[in-house]
Nanobody
């Protein structure tokens, strides 16, 4: 199972970006999916998560500005980021905490990351 992110880039403060992540491989179901980010010199942190049933959770720093969503049929998860700030600059990673591939479970799968840069 692989996760591939897309949609990062450079945007001015106050602007918007939409990140997408697609899962590929033999997949019967995916448990929780989420977005994490890591800024230079800092630890990776949770941005938002969504359960297979659509329940969402957000870091306080992004509440009201970011929206996570997923399409179970398409095996995708997206992150709509509005009102971006310079402090949102980071590499953003997609995560799936458990994937049922039929014969086995795979745990804690990460994408390669996509850079988001917000200029002030």
């Amino acid at each position: 199972v692989q996760l591939v992110e897309s949609g990062g880039g450079l945007v001015q403060a106050g602007g918007s970006l939409r990140l997408s992540c697609a899962a590929s491989g033999t997949i019967f179901s995916i448990n929780n999916m989420g977005w994490y980010r890591q800024a230079p010199g800092k630890q990776r942190e949770l941005v938002a998560t969504v359960t297979s049933g659509g329940m969402t959770d957000y870091a306080d720093s992004v509440k009201g500005r970011f929206t996570i969503s997923r399409d179970n049929a398409k095996r995708t998860v997206s992150l709509q980021m509005n009102s971006l700030k310079a402090e949102d600059t980071a590499v953003y990673y997609c995560n799936a905490d458990r994937v049922d591939s039929g014969r086995r479970f795979e745990y804690d799968i990460w994408g390669q990351g996509t850079q988001v840069t917000v200029s002030s």
